[in-house]
């Protein structure tokens, strides 16, 4: 277990983060090595990113039994406390003692164990969330980001936040839920220190986020200063504003596989200089959305593939395939269009 939210009395939901590791050394004389992951030499230790000392073992979700043993604690959990939702993180194969032995086809190992864990969590309904997959499309839950680092750049940072957007959805995992707005706060390239992203940074992270199906707040706007909680304001009002936009988007996906968020070549996939732009993406087919994700910038080039195109900031209209030069992007700004007549 991760820790878990404080539990809300007044209808707020509350959801707590679990992991699939346990110290096994308490369980296992009950439930022996069964329930466990082992490795070729039968060994069932193993580690995590929070071991604390401990020596856990990785509950083998590929064993029926198993997985329901885990799956009626959980439930136990969530009846006992009143806990709505969970937040199931981990899940890679990374994690099981090497080299893992498994049941199921060798073609698809060590990815077996993987999708057992996702389907075992699925079965705790569609506010979950998960960060692993493995021929999991299907189902109806958010999939988070692996951590986000708080940098600019293509180092894990804000960068890659569009770049890993548009991978999932075209992998297929369109139920994208983006890490926490400004990253994981880990400043220091051995990722131990950790502070606030400065707040041009958070901003900026808020306003990529906008379009995408969530937003999720770690750090908080009060922590800044009045300019940072009205342009918060702004923008999170913004995406509760096109809420109906970003279900009709899982709708369409749902119906016809297709991304909720893709790459813009997607209007026009034979249009190089779109199949060549990872800095802005698409909700749906109809809105184009350009963030500012260079540090100090107040202007940006935006690409508008081919269509008719109207600015939401001001309704200026542009015929594409052109390039916008230098379009205005000021701190409380987010360019953003869409194909006439799609508002």
């Not at 071991?51 to 198993?66: C, K, L, M, R």
């Not at 770690?218 to 922590?223: G, K, L, T």
């Not at 596989?257 to 779109?274: L, R």
Request: net charge negative.
């Amino acid at each position: 277990m991760d820790g878990g939210d404080r539990l809300l009395s007044d209808g707020s939901h509350s959801r707590l983060p679990l992991v699939y590791a346990i110290n096994y050394d308490i369980y296992v004389l009950k439930i022996c090595y069964s329930y466990f992951v082992t490795n070729e030499e039968g060994s069932v230790d193993t580690s995590w990113w929070n071991n604390n000392g401990s020596v856990p073992a990785y509950i083998d979700f590929t064993n029926p039994e198993a997985a329901e043993w885990w799956s009626s604690r959980v439930r136990a959990l969530s009846e006992t406390y009143g806990i709505d939702s969970f937040k199931f993180d981990a899940g890679e194969s990374s994690w099981s003692p090497q080299i893992p032995v498994q049941d199921g086809d060798i073609n698809l190992h060590p990815g077996h164990i993987v999708q057992s864990y996702v389907r075992t969590c699925a079965e705790f309904g569609p506010m979950i969330e998960i960060r692993s997959g493995m021929r999991t499309q299907d189902l109806p839950v958010f999939v988070r980001m692996v951590d986000k680092d708080t940098f600019w750049g293509f180092n894990n940072g804000l960068a890659t936040l569009i770049t890993t957007l548009l991978q999932m959805n075209l992998n297929g995992y369109t139920l994208v839920l983006p890490d926490m707005i400004g990253g994981n706060g880990y400043t220091g390239e051995d990722l131990v220190g950790r502070e606030p992203p400065i707040k041009e940074l958070f901003i900026r992270w808020l306003q990529a986020n906008t379009f995408m199906p969530s937003l999720q707040y770690s750090f908080v706007p009060w922590d800044y200063d009045s300019e940072t909680i009205e342009i918060c304001k702004k923008y999170t009002q913004l995406h509760a504003d096109y809420a109906d936009d970003i279900v009709r988007a899982i709708e369409a996906s749902m119906e016809k596989g297709t991304p909720v968020n893709a790459p813009i070549w997607w209007i026009d996939p034979t249009d190089e200089v779109a199949l060549a732009t990872w800095d802005e993406y698409l909700l749906g087919e109809k809105i184009l959305v350009a963030p500012v994700v260079e540090e100090g910038a107040t202007a940006r080039n935006v690409y508008l593939p081919q269509g008719t195109w109207v600015d939401a900031a001001t309704s200026e209209v542009y015929t594409g395939p052109v390039w916008l030069e230098d379009y205005p992007a000021p701190l409380d700004t987010l360019p953003y269009f869409f194909l006439e007549d799609s508002k």
